[in-house]
C-alpha cells in the first residue's frame, strides 16, 4: 500500500512538472487559450444568445410597420458621385495607383522591421484617435500592420471621394459624412480577432466576454424595444457630486422651463444678473459639473447673481408650442423673473448652442419692437447664419424632413430623444457609438 502511495505521489509530482511549461507558456504568450474545454462551452452559450436575438428579431418584423428602405437619402448622392467618377476613369486609375505605391511602401517598411530594422510608421492615427491606444497595436508586428493597413485604406477611401469632381458641395458633404460613417465602422478595433485587447480578453476569459456582452446587448434591444438603445452607466453622475454641484432655487417655472437661481458667494456683487439660456436638448448642468470645473460656481465666486433657464423635457402636451412660444413663455418670460427677484430689468443674457440661436431670434423681434430689456448678449456654440451649418445639414434634406415630421406625428408631436440622440452620437461615432460597442458587447463590461 505504502508502495502504491509513494508511486501516485510521484505520478502526481509529474503531472505537476508537465503542467508547469503549459502555465508558464500560457503567461508568457497572452494570446494563449487557458482552457480549451470551458472556451467551447462559452461559444455553445454565444451560439445559443445569438439564435435568442435572431429569432427575436425575426418575430418583431413580423406584422410591424416597415421602415423606409433609405431613411436617411443616402442612396441618390452616392449614386450621383459614381455618375460623376464613371466620367473621370483617369482619376480612378490615379487613385488605385496611389493606394497601390502606399501598400507597396506599408510592405516594405514591415520586412525591414521583420528583419530587425528600427523603422518609422507609414501612417500614424490622427491626434485624439483613442481607439489605437493599446500598446500592441504598437509593439505587435501583426496589429501594427492591421492598423496602418486600415488606416491607409481609410484615408485613401475619404480622400478620394473628396477629390471626385463634378458633384455639387452639398452632395459631396453627405457623401463624405457617411463614407466617414462606413471608414469608421470597419476599424480593425471594431472586430474581435482584430482588436488585440478584446482577443486577449477572450482567450483569457475563455470567452466569458462574450457570453457578458451577448447578454448587455440583449438586455439593451430589449430595453429599447426591438431597437438598440446603448447603455451608459446610471452611476455616472450623481446629484451634488460631479452634476449640479452649485446650491441654487428654482425662483421661476411654467410650462417651459424653471429658472434656477445661484447667490453671489462674495461680500461684494454685481448689480447687474447673468440669465443664461443653455440648449433645450441638452441640460443646465453641463455648466455645473465638478466644483473644479463648474462655470456657474466661477461666477457666483466672482460676485455675480446667476439665472440660469432649466428647460422642461417636452412631451405630447407641448406638442403645439412654437419657436414662437419658447421666446415669449421662456426669454420673456425669465427676464420678467429676473426683474421681479433683483429690480434690474435689463440683465447681461447668455445664449449657448440652440438657446443661442433662441435668443438671436428674440434679440431681432425685440429691437423690432423697442424692447430694451437685455443689456448685453454673449453667444456660446450658437449659430445664426445656416448657410454653413457643418454636418448637422446632412440630416435636413427635404426627404428626411418629411421623415421626422411623420415620426413625430406618430409619436404624439414630439421627436423621440433617441432618434435625436442618434444624430449627435454619429457626429463623433467612434467616441459616442463604437466605444461602447467594445465597451459593453465585445469586452463584456457594464456600461462605461
Not at 304 to 325: C, G, H, M
Amino acid at each position: 500500500m505504502q508502495k502504491k502511495l509513494d508511486d501516485s505521489g510521484k505520478k502526481n509530482a509529474k503531472q505537476d512538472e508537465s503542467a508547469k511549461p503549459a502555465a508558464e507558456s500560457a503567461a508568457a504568450n497572452p494570446y494563449a487559450l487557458s482552457d480549451p474545454a470551458e472556451f467551447t462551452r462559452n461559444m455553445m452559450r454565444v451560439g445559443q444568445q445569438s439564435q435568442k436575438l435572431l429569432s427575436d428579431f425575426m418575430k418583431r418584423q413580423t406584422g410591424a410597420a416597415r421602415e423606409p428602405l433609405d431613411p436617411l437619402n443616402i442612396a441618390q448622392p452616392f449614386l450621383e458621385l459614381m455618375k460623376a467618377m464613371s466620367t473621370n476613369p483617369t482619376a480612378i486609375v490615379e487613385a488605385q495607383f496611389q493606394l497601390w505605391k502606399d501598400f507597396m511602401g506599408l510592405w516594405e517598411t514591415t520586412a525591414r522591421r521583420m528583419m530587425g530594422s528600427e523603422v518609422e510608421p507609414v501612417v500614424q492615427p490622427k491626434p485624439g484617435d483613442k481607439r489605437f491606444k493599446d500598446k500592441d497595436w504598437q509593439e505587435n508586428q501583426v496589429f501594427d500592420f492591421i492598423k496602418q493597413s486600415y488606416l491607409l485604406t481609410a484615408n485613401w477611401i475619404q480622400n478620394t471621394v473628396a477629390g471626385v469632381e463634378g458633384v455639387d458641395a452639398d452632395t459631396k458633404k453627405r457623401v463624405g459624412f457617411y463614407t466617414k460613417q462606413f471608414v469608421d465602422a470597419i476599424a480593425p478595433t471594431n472586430f474581435i480577432l482584430t482588436n488585440p485587447e478584446v482577443l486577449r480578453t477572450t482567450l483569457q476569459s475563455n470567452g466569458e466576454n462574450l457570453v457578458k456582452g451577448l447578454d448587455n446587448l440583449l438586455e439593451d434591444i430589449e430595453r429599447g424595444g426591438g431597437q438598440l438603445s446603448i447603455r451608459q452607466s446610471a452611476d455616472a453622475f450623481r446629484i451634488g457630486e460631479n452634476i449640479a454641484t452649485t446650491p441654487g432655487k428654482v425662483v421661476f417655472r411654467n410650462e417651459l422651463l424653471e429658472l434656477l437661481q445661484y447667490t453671489p458667494t462674495t461680500d461684494e456683487v454685481y448689480e447687474r444678473p447673468l440669465l443664461i439660456f443653455p440648449p433645450w436638448i441638452n441640460k443646465f448642468y453641463i455648466m455645473d459639473l465638478r466644483p473644479e470645473n463648474s462655470f456657474i460656481k466661477w461666477l457666483v465666486a466672482q460676485g455675480y447673481t446667476v439665472f440660469v433657464a432649466s428647460w422642461i423635457n417636452p412631451d405630447r402636451r407641448l406638442a403645439q408650442k412654437s419657436f414662437e412660444d419658447y421666446m415669449r413663455e421662456g426669454i420673456f418670460a425669465a427676464l420678467d423673473a429676473v426683474h421681479a427677484a433683483t429690480g434690474v430689468k435689463d440683465p447681461n443674457v447668455v445664449g449657448y448652442c440652440i438657446g443661442g440661436t433662441l435668443l438671436t431670434a428674440t434679440l431681432g423681434y425685440m429691437a423690432a419692437k423697442d424692447d430694451d430689456r437685455v443689456n448685453s448678449a454673449t453667444f456660446w456654440a450658437a449659430q445664426a447664419d445656416f448657410s454653413e451649418a457643418g454636418d448637422l445639414t446632412v440630416f435636413v434634406d427635404e426627404a428626411q424632413l418629411e421623415a421626422m415630421k411623420q415620426q413625430m406625428e406618430a409619436a404624439g408631436g414630439v421627436l423621440e430623444g433617441s432618434k435625436m440622440a442618434t444624430t449627435f452620437n454619429m457626429l463623433r461615432a467612434n467616441d459616442l457609438i463604437w466605444s461602447f460597442v467594445i465597451n459593453n458587447y465585445m469586452l463584456g463590461k457594464q456600461p462605461m
